[in-house]
């Protein structure tokens, strides 16, 4: 397969849950994977999420994604159409308190965020489904899983989020978010997700399925880094948008598909 993106700038550094929830130099998988290969899996614990949903211009947007995606806003039918002419950057980081990868326990907390475009469904799956731009993680396992599928991912030790019965922020890679979240906590409806990436070779997907959501809704405050993927996306370094603070359990599949 061979794709290719339209006019992205190059990234000074390499997100989910409505992610926004919501954040890859590529190693591409084996040429002999078949489709809907799974590559691996964790499943991770007690997570707290500080996110933020920002309108980028749908034509930055259209730039950053690949050939057979549309962008789409995130206020719609989960997998899209939104919004008319209106497309979202959900960005965020997740703590949990325990896991497992590949069917190994973890030690101690793990951090892992997500920075990605709201698009139109790209299969049957169902739910929401996005298009990563960036994430971050502080474990190496993590970290080596996603580089294998191709997605672009850092490794930052430190990375996380904290968050109280008002407010949070999360930092890491290029964005930091402070959400103010005064609204109680409510069930959210998130559930699966889909999150894409496609290089020269491959396309991948990391399918999560969310458990128990609950959201604190607010406003959230963007940093991005200068000349950043989300500073270019966002055509400013700092913007304002939808905050939530979220709470679930996940369970991730990093998958190569057809």
């Keep these: 397969m061979h794709t290719h993106s339209k006019g992205v700038r190059p990234a000074a550094v390499t997100f989910t849950a409505g992610l926004a929830l919501a954040v890859i130099s590529a190693v591409a998988p084996s040429a002999f994977a078949a489709?809907?290969?799974v590559l691996g899996?964790?499943?991770?614990?007690?997570?707290?999420?500080?996110?933020?949903?920002?309108s980028v211009?749908?034509?930055?947007?259209?730039?950053?994604?690949?050939?057979?995606?549309?962008?789409?806003?995130?206020?719609?039918?989960?997998?899209?159409?939104?919004?008319?002419?209106?497309?979202?950057?959900?960005?965020g980081v997740e703590t949990c308190q325990s896991g497992?990868?590949?069917?190994?326990?973890?030690?101690?907390?793990?951090?892992?965020?997500?920075r990605v475009l709201s698009v139109d469904r790209k299969d049957a799956r169902p739910g929401y489904h996005f298009y990563a731009v960036e994430q971050v993680t502080?474990?190496?396992?993590?970290?080596?899983?996603?580089?294998?599928?191709?997605?672009d991912i850092a490794l930052v030790p430190g990375v996380g989020a904290t968050a109280d019965a008002v407010g949070g922020i999360s930092e890491g890679g290029s964005v930091r978010i402070v959400d103010e979240a005064p609204v109680p906590r409510v069930p959210s409806p998130l559930g699966q997700v889909s999150i894409w990436k496609d290089t020269e070779n491959s396309r991948s997907a990391l399918r999560l399925t969310v458990h128990r959501p609950t959201a604190q809704a607010g406003i959230g405050h963007v940093t991005a880094e200068p000349n950043s993927p989300i500073a270019f996306l966002?055509?400013?370094?700092?913007a304002t948008g939808i905050g939530a603070?979220?709470?679930f359990d996940f369970d991730a599949r990093v998958e190569v598909v057809r």
């Design 35 to 37: 489709p809907n290969d």
């Design 41 to 54: 899996s964790f499943q991770l614990r007690d997570c707290v999420e500080v996110s933020a949903i920002v």
């Design 57 to 91: 211009p749908p034509e930055r947007a259209a730039a950053a994604l690949p050939d057979g995606y549309t962008s789409s806003s995130f206020i719609g039918l989960p997998g899209g159409p939104g919004i008319p002419g209106n497309s979202s950057l959900l960005m």
């Design 100 to 114: 497992i990868i590949d069917g190994v326990p973890v030690d101690g907390p793990v951090a892992f965020g997500e």
């Design 138 to 151: 502080d474990n190496q396992q993590i970290y080596d899983l996603m580089r294998e599928a191709g997605f």
């Design 234 to 238: 966002m055509g400013t370094e700092t």
């Design 245 to 247: 603070i979220n709470r």
